[in-house]
């Protein structure tokens, strides 16, 4: 049996590797130059640059995933523990760094508020306890019937689990503290939706970062997905790069062949792990969608992103790899994206500096710098406004630092709404997927299924799991396996 997988992202290379092991013939189709979608790297001056995802957490999920092909991460990248994970900049230029040890932590705790490390062992109990129930008994579900979760084990952990009480109250129920509450609620402020907003469930994400750790893998984290595509090789995945996919062909009910800008290839089945509204649009017809223009109107999107990618002739002192500014109002910042949906007055931003860890990412003496600011999908974006923004930016950067660094730019591009649109054809512009409210959890998300098409399917951030690394990663076994026993290889 032929599959066609559309997209190389995690979601497309996790399918393609699970699906080929089982023995069907795999092909992936990757409309720009190199494999990893949204992961991609680019290089320039001797300067490396990540052009996506830069924090590596849940590192149990990536080495499971290598594991069921009897491999391990180490067969395919260096990985290395942060120690400080990252660091928070707050107002005065007041820094949080968090140790990559745990004691350390719960001390550090205790000195910006008196008996919280206690508070902290509580949380951490809870946010470990759903972090592995999530594992093993919820996030690998496909979400296509809730008799998925109609078990013993989720009736008695529904309350447990804190589905309908929201991250923000979780948070202050254990800590006073505006720092300590910054740092539980960044994980999903910057790669989901506003803390208030969130289930409490979501408290597993803060166990990942502050107890698991954060890793880097050396070399960039496209070192993960040249990982993925050497596996996908070894088990005779084929690659088509630069062949975007400009049709898919439908009769009867069953996808018959992909029509790509070079060619057609006929095809037994498809998983779009691509942007799942950009497939139903752009490339089937409208009787054989899903979900209309006005059910992906009515979604709540994570954030888009205004990134710039620098090349600094010049060390810079104060900063670490990851950087976290909250020097600015929390609230007014989630307001404008998730609310007001403008562009942010005074934004919280991050700065990567991957240069402090990784040799390679740089010339010697020299950091490559990546700055990124969440706003709201689907914002007006032009070069005018990028420009403001990169001077607020630099001149708040050069303020901590203590230090004059724009004069050391040697390197600079910028990236935003337009070009996710144009490179991933991202609808609005999104960086990471739908956010992850309560109703757009587990089943409420888009199906992984086809309703009118027999063999197509969908994976990827905007389908279960959810959006990220590890839940795309997820997103693609699970697609994988649901094939593999619908459509068995005889």
Known sequence: MKISIIGSGFAGLSTAAVLAQKGYEVHVFEKNNQIGGRASQFSVDGFKFDMGPSWYWMPDVFEKFFNQFNKTTKDYYQLVKLDPGFQMIFEN????????????????????????????????????????????????????????????????????????????????????????????????????????ETPALYSLMAYSGLVQGTYYPIGGFHN?????????????????????????????????????????????????????????????????????????????????????????????????????????????HIREIYKDKIWPKDPLFYACCSSKTDLGAAPEGKENLFLLVPISAGIQDNDTLRESYFNLLIRRLEKYCGENISNFISYKRSYCVNDFVSDYNAYKGNAYGLANTLFQTANFKPSIKNKKVNNLFYTGQLTVPGPGVPPSLISGEIVAKYISKKYPVI
């Open 93 to 196: 230029s007041e820094t949080l760094a968090i140790p990559e040890d745990y004691e350390s932590l719960k001390k550090l705790f205790n000195q910006i508020e008196n008996g919280s490390s206690n508070q902290l062992d509580r949380f951490m109990k809870d946010a470990e306890f759903k972090y592995n129930f999530s594992m093993d008994s919820v996030v690998y579900q496909p979400g296509l019937s809730w008799g998925e979760f109609i078990r013993i084990d989720i009736f008695k952990n529904i309350f447990n689990l804190q589905l309908f009480k929201s991250y923000k109250k979780h948070v202050a129920t254990y800590f006073k503290h505006p720092k300590l509450k910054a740092l539980l609620e960044f994980p999903v402020l910057f790669l989901g939706t506003a803390p208030k």
């Open 224 to 332: 993960v997905i040249q990982g993925m595509a050497k596996l996908c090789k070894e088990l005779g995945v084929r690659f088509h790069i630069n062949e975007a996919v400009k049709k898919i062909h439908i009769n009867k009910h069953q996808a018959k062949s992909i029509e790509t800008i070079k060619n057609n290839y006929l095809t037994d089945l498809v998983v779009g792990a691509c942007d799942y509204h950009h497939l139903e649009k752009k490339l089937i017809e409208k009787k054989y969608r899903n979900y209309n223009e006005a059910y992906w109107e009515k979604k709540t999107f994570s954030p888009s992103c205004l990134l710039f990618y620098l090349g600094i002739d010049k060390k810079i002192s104060k900063l670490e790899h990851h950087n976290l500014f909250f020097d600015a109002n929390i609230e007014n």
